[in-house]
T-cell receptor, first 109, second 114 residues
Framework: GQNIDQPTEMTATEGAIVQINCTYQ??????LFWYQQHAGEAPTFLSY??LDGLEEKGRFSSFLSRSKGYSYLLLKELQMKDSASYLC??????????WGAGTKLIIKP | IAGITQAPTSQILAAGRRMTLRCTQD?????MYWYRQDLGLGLRLIHY???????GKGEVPDGYSVSRANTDDFPLTLASAVPSQTSVYFC?????????????FGPGTRLTVL
């Protein structure tokens, strides 16, 4: 079966750096997405990786290793507004997005 | 404001009743999707549409139906609601299905079936 694994919850301190990991086993691979979802709101797009390596976008970076079935989202200079759930999703061979359950990130002052 | 709207925002429904969740986008996207989100689970695809006039089944289609009469609207119907359909429902759209196309989500409908 298809499976996306990410930690359920993480806690970090304002101003620090946090890395949220995602491992996947899917039938085929057509890219990996990270979304942010604040409580009670819709998911919003953060990043997309299809080739191995690091993609940087401001304070957020996303890394992919296709051979290891692994990705991480790196958040730098954490702000209180970064408190949210972070969703990892993989597009399979049928171009369907398979979603992880999300990682709830709690930022403490 | 461009984007996706969903209605209603929330609804409490008696089991056995019929319910249609509405979704409208004004981005002229070809592809549209319906997901449900349950605590502890990832988003699960119910139905999708690659373009107006076509629909397809996702991971959890049973008990739900959709139609895509035009580009903008993609309603989801529960013919006879059951308590296991209590969930948050998100509609999403993308320019086309697959590849690098980002999916944009509506604000969601919180549905409780009693």
């Amino acid at each position: 079966g298809q499976n996306i694994d990410q930690p359920t919850e993480m806690t970090a301190t304002e101003g620090a750096i946090v890395q949220i990991n995602c491992t996947y086993q899917t039938s085929g691979f057509n890219g990996l997405f990270w979304y942010q979802q604040h409580a009670g709101e819709a998911p919003t797009f953060l990043s997309y990786n299809v080739l191995d390596g690091l993609e940087e976008k401001g304070r957020f970076s996303s890394f992919l290793s296709r051979s290891k079935g692994y990705s991480y989202l790196l958040l730098k200079e954490l702000q209180m507004k970064d408190s949210a759930s972070y969703l990892c999703a993989v597009m399979d061979s049928n171009y369907q997005l398979i979603w992880g359950a999300g990682t709830k990130l709690i930022i403490k002052p | 404001i461009a984007g996706i709207t969903q209605a209603p925002t929330s609804q409490i429904l008696a089991a056995g009743r019929r319910m249609t969740l509405r979704c409208t986008q004004d981005m002229r996207h070809n592809a549209m999707y319906w997901y449900r989100q349950d605590l502890g689970l990832g988003l699960r695809l119910i139905h999708y549409s690659n373009t107006a006039g076509t629909t397809g089944k996702g991971e959890v289609p049973d008990g739900y139906s959709v139609s895509r009469a035009n580009t903008d609207d993609f309603p989801l119907t529960l013919a006879s609601a059951v308590p296991s359909q209590t969930s948050v429902y998100f509609c999403a759209s993308s320019e086309k299905r697959g590849g690098t196309d980002t999916q944009y989500f509506g604000p969601g409908t919180r549905l409780t079936v009693l």
